[in-house]
């Protein structure tokens, strides 16, 4: 079994940063696809960035330039490092883990569909 544990979250203005880490502990394994999503009331959860086991990366166009994902392979840990925030970032964002490499997915595989293993969820809310 996997644990993922999201922090970092919190209430900031528009146009400031924060950054979230997840902590994987269990059977983690630093090939499989890891990802960030977010959800936000009454919407559906979107994928916001993913990572492969080579670093490569996947950015959803909403957030792309100023959203960036990365991995430290030795803590076991994700990040996401959230620049120039804007009010409709905030959301709930959940940190997931595929039990496979992204690569055995389809090209569009940013999609919770693939993700096996969830955290709880740290909260961002973004004041204009």
């Known amino acids: 079994q996997v644990a993922l544990v999201e922090s970092g979250g919190g209430s900031v203005q528009a146009g400031g940063s924060l950054r979230l880490s997840c902590a994987a502990s269990?059977?983690?394994?630093?090939?499989?696809?890891m990802g960030w999503f977010r959800q936000s009331p009454g919407k559906a959860r979107e994928g916001v960035a993913g990572i492969d086991k080579a670093g490569n990366t996947k950015t959803a166009d909403s957030v792309k330039g100023r959203f960036t994902i990365s991995k430290d392979n030795a803590k076991n840990t994700l990040y996401l490092q959230m620049n120039s925030l804007r009010p409709e970032d905030s959301a709930m964002y959940y940190c997931?883990?595929?039990?496979?490499?992204?690569?055995?997915?389809?090209?569009?595989?940013?999609?919770?569909?693939?993700?096996?293993?969830w955290g709880q969820g740290t909260q961002v809310t973004v004041s204009s």
């Open positions: 997931a883990q595929a039990r496979r490499p992204c690569s055995f997915y389809p090209s569009n595989w940013l999609s919770d569909i693939y993700f096996n293993y």
């Open positions: 269990g059977y983690t394994s630093s090939n499989s696809c």
